[in-house]
């Protein structure tokens, strides 16, 4: 094939399937868009809520999946406070409401000794939060972003 009809072939394709995507609704586009945040040291915590605000500030229609390993877990139990003193929860449950997902490593509650039962209300215990991240990634296509 010359290099000027290849070159015809390949801008046709480009073009018809942006003509496609253009067709599909904004509310169709965004579904199925995941960002887990990773957390795996409280101290950060904070700061991983704070842009997990932000992030469903800027795009209220995105799936984002919070998940906590090592000594990252800490900041979901219930009564866990950040340097300031101020509770986790009061972050954490809005975002909750909002839908946002809170996974934590199983085994990283039982090397720390945090029972289930001390979590914070809906939070959702998996196996290995390493195992987590990696099937959000390769599974659901999550994008990962570690604060």
Not at 127 to 136: D, H, M, N, S, T
């Amino acid at each position: 094939m010359r290099k000027q009809t290849r070159f015809l072939v390949i801008l046709a394709l480009l073009l018809a399937g942006l003509l496609v995507w253009a067709a599909v609704p904004a509310a169709d586009r965004s579904a199925g868009r995941t960002v887990v945040y990773h957390v795996s040291d409280s101290a950060q915590a904070a700061f991983a809520l704070r842009n997990v605000m932000n992030h469903r500030r800027a795009d209220p229609d995105i799936r984002i999946v919070v998940v906590a390993n090592g000594p990252g877990v800490a900041f979901l139990a219930d009564g866990a406070k950040d340097a300031r003193g101020n509770t986790y929860d009061v972050m954490v449950e809005p975002l909750i409401a909002e839908g946002v997902k809170f996974r934590v490593c199983g085994n990283s509650l039982a090397g720390l000794q945090i029972a289930e039962d001390q979590l914070l209300f809906d939070v959702e215990v998996v196996p290995a939060g390493v195992q987590e991240i990696a099937r959000l990634q390769i599974e659901e296509h999550a994008a990962y972003i570690k604060p």
